[in-house]
């Protein structure tokens, strides 16, 4: 079989490979590919990977290729209690001052009911990891090229005026898609063609790195991954990265020189880009350095946001599902944040616990990390699903399941040999 699940010419499949290879292939589409189409209105954004990939995913399920972990469906159902009892309470006791949605909590129930889908023996995860790097690299030769030809007056960064027609389908209205260098450039930072911002652009690549050489020991794509990140101009995929590289030194020794390595392609990447462009990557410093409006409008408000929540006696079980929506832009407050706004100190601590037992593998600890530093320093993905679906198909579907006994057949403990007949 090569990298993208397909059949060899000798037309041998390893058992579980083609429910794993469409459920890949389903999940990258949509969340990469696909990601700027879905319905968008003043209310509420429908993503299109919400309408797909639920339905893949019942697929599997039921073609017996994943199963439903029993200890994380316990745990979510624990989860969904104390997220149900501050919405007892915001029904209860309404706040005219506070948005309350009901959309919200279901967009929970639909989300992270994937989180529960383990995948059984007989599920190839190999496969979900080698087509995640096949569209990884095309993402990032196709945001390089974007950056590039842009020089050459060619602009291909909003879909709305490539495509017609798309501007009806097209959720490119609610996120900063064509983003500007600094105020008044005329350069753009790419967005990796397919994706909604740069900042989204370089967190995929992030886990590109990760996966590419953590997971499958290749180091070949590595300078073509960091040079994409670079032409995002985007901080998010770098810093995960970086605390990712980081972690992995200091708890394993044996990762020391991996780490390094990684450090110094980054390095001698970055000092050649910024020899070729010196202009560019002086706003690159400046936005590192903190000189930055999007930086202070993530992080800022988060920090006002929090000074009034915690002044509020009902920070214990939050306001109701969808009260951060109607404090801050969504995407401006982080997901640590909107759940206590939304579920309280309670609420926070239940769903970490089972987003940390769902997502962590012991064996391969530099993807949950890697998504998890995602999730948390990435802005509002509590409720966006391009990034919670590729989260688990990297940290779940991507990785192989601990051996059980039930799914092995019972042997002896010892084996009795045949009476020996004297002649």
Known sequence: MNAIGWPTSSGLRRPGSSSASLLSHTICISCIILQRFGIASSHFLLFGSLLIVPPALAWVVLSGKTRISPLLAI????????????????????????????LSIAEVLVLYTAF??????????????????????????????????QFAHISLFSFSKIIPGSKFISMESGFHTV?????GSSILRSNGFFLLEPSLFSQIMAMAVVVDYFARNKVFF??????????????????????????????SPTQIHRTFLIG????????????AFPDQFATLAARASGNDPSAHLRYGVQLQALQALMSDPRVLFGFGPGAADGYAPPGVMGPALKLMFDYGVVGTIAFTAFLLA???????????IV?????????????????????????????????????????????????????
Do not use: H
């Open 75 to 102: 745990i979510y159902g624990l989860m969904l209690c104390c997220l149900l009892c501050s919405v007892l309470g915001a029904l209860l006791f309404p706040d005219v001052g506070m948005r309350f949605s009901i």
């Open 358 to 368: 769902a997502v962590w593998r012991f064996k391969q600890p530099a993807i949950p």
């Open 222 to 251: 590595i300078p073509v991954y960091i040079l994409a990140m670079l032409s995002a101009f985007a901080g998010t995929g770098v810093l995960a990265l970086a605390l990712t590289l980081f972690i992995m030194g200091l708890a």
């Open 371 to 423: 998504c998890l530093a995602i999730f948390i320093f990435g802005g509002g993905y509590v409720l966006f699903p391009p990034v919670l679906f590729l989260i688990a198909l990297l940290c779940i579907w991507g990785q192989r399941p601990p051996m059980r006994s039930a799914y092995r057949p019972a042997r002896p403990r010892f084996e009795r040999r045949p009476p020996v007949l004297a002649p």
């Open 116 to 149: 529960i889908i383990s995948p059984a023996e007989n599920f190839d995860t190999s496969t979900c990891l080698d087509i995640f790097i096949l569209y990884a690299r095309i993402c990032a030769v196709a945001g390089l090229l974007q950056f590039a030809l």
């Open 264 to 275: 110094i392609i980054g390095l001698v990447v970055t000092l050649g880009c910024a020899l």
């Open 179 to 183: 983003a500007q260098l600094k105020f």
